[in-house]
């Protein structure tokens, strides 16, 4: 999944902590199954690699529920 956003983890630097995990699932997947968590988390990934991207960002990108 990283590799179709271009995220390469020893390279770009984030984080997506185990409690946003779990919001995610909880009020984000209606679906039971793993379909609708592959496809929320590749969302957050293409975020996450855009603001590389757009901001030339070398800091921790962290996921939170706040800026989902």
Request: net charge positive.
């Given at each position: 999944?990283?590799?179709?956003?271009?995220?390469?983890?020893?390279?770009?630097?984030?984080?997506?902590p185990?409690?946003t995990?779990?919001?995610?699932?909880?009020?984000?997947?209606?679906?039971?199954?793993?379909?609708?968590l592959?496809?929320?988390?590749?969302?957050?990934?293409?975020?996450?690699?855009?603001?590389?991207?757009?901001?030339?960002?070398?800091?921790?990108?962290?996921?939170?529920?706040?800026?989902?």
């Open positions: 999944m990283l590799s179709k956003t271009g995220l390469i983890p020893d390279h770009h630097k984030f984080k997506i185990e409690e995990m779990d919001y995610v699932i909880e009020y984000y997947c209606r679906e039971p199954g793993v379909r609708s592959k496809k929320y988390l590749q969302k957050i990934c293409e975020k996450i690699a855009f603001r590389i991207v757009e901001t030339n960002n070398e800091k921790l990108i962290e996921v939170t529920k706040d800026n989902l």
